[in-house]
T-cell receptor, first 113, second 109 residues
Framework: NAGVMQNPRHLVRRRGQEARLRCSPM?????VYWYRQLPEEGLKFMVYLQKENIIDESGMPKERFSAEFPKEGPSILRIQQVVRGDSAAYFCASSDGDGTEAFFGQGTRLTVV | GQNIDQPTEMTATEGAIVQINCTYQTSGFNGLFWYQQHAGEAPTFLSY????GLEEKGRFSSFLSRSKGYSYLLLKELQMKDSASYLCALLPYNNDMRFGAGTRLTVKP
């Protein structure tokens, strides 16, 4: 039973390009969280999704950032027109939504050059 | 918001016991979680409290007092490999899990 799978593990983008980060939750999980982490800092909540629904996106910047979790396929975090300040580790976690723990993927480390 | 507060850094000696505190302000929640995160790696689940009291899992224990808005993670018989960040997280009723900034623990010989 594979855990939470994120890809790519490392992503380098030039300023102005688009970054697409993918997250496949654990089998049977329908709840996905995205967090951003800067070096030496904690996990900053971005968005919480269930299948085909955005439940809470209060942590997402209003512009350039979007997330989806379609009925089929992985959850996608999309960052348009990336800037240097977007460089960070982006972690995805999934849960079954029954109040139990969330499991994390290995993260995508985005570097904007 | 949940306003989850933890000390930023702690240092302890190998073989000792360390207690990492977490305080929060929230009207209600399903459970409180503790995660461990080594530098450059993903957080991994350590423990989970729903009811008040102590939950013990080997060298790790976690305590919760809902009335006091307080939890702690207790690590016994510290090992060098326990040097990591420890993250306190709340799971509100809407399942919208939020994390504290984490406590960076350094274990010294």
């Amino acid at each position: 039973n594979a855990g939470v799978m994120q890809n790519p593990r490392h992503l380098v983008r030039r300023r102005g390009q688009e970054a697409r980060l993918r997250c496949s939750p654990m089998k049977g999980h329908s709840h996905v969280y995205w967090y951003r982490q800067l070096p030496e800092e904690g996990l900053k909540f971005m968005v919480y999704l269930q299948k085909e629904n955005i439940i809470d996106e209060s942590g997402m910047p209003k512009e350039r950032f979007s997330a989806e979790f379609p009925k089929e396929g992985p959850s996608i975090l999309r960052i348009q027109q990336v800037v240097r300040g977007d460089s960070a580790a982006y972690f995805c976690a999934s849960s079954d939504g029954d109040g139990t723990e969330a499991f994390f993927g290995q993260g995508t480390r985005l570097t904007v050059v | 918001g949940q306003n989850i507060d933890q000390p930023t850094e702690m240092t302890a000696t190998e073989g000792a016991i360390v207690q990492i505190n977490c305080t929060y302000q929230t009207s209600g929640f399903n459970g409180l979680f503790w995660y461990q995160q080594h530098a450059g790696e993903a957080p991994t689940f350590l423990s989970y409290n729903v009811l008040d009291g102590l939950e013990e899992k080997g060298r790790f224990s976690s305590f919760l007092s809902r009335s006091k808005g307080y939890s702690y993670l207790l690590l016994k018989e510290l090992q060098m490999k326990d040097s990591a960040s420890y993250l306190c997280a709340l799971l509100p009723y809407n399942n919208d899990m939020r994390f504290g900034a984490g406590t960076r623990l350094t274990v010294k010989p």
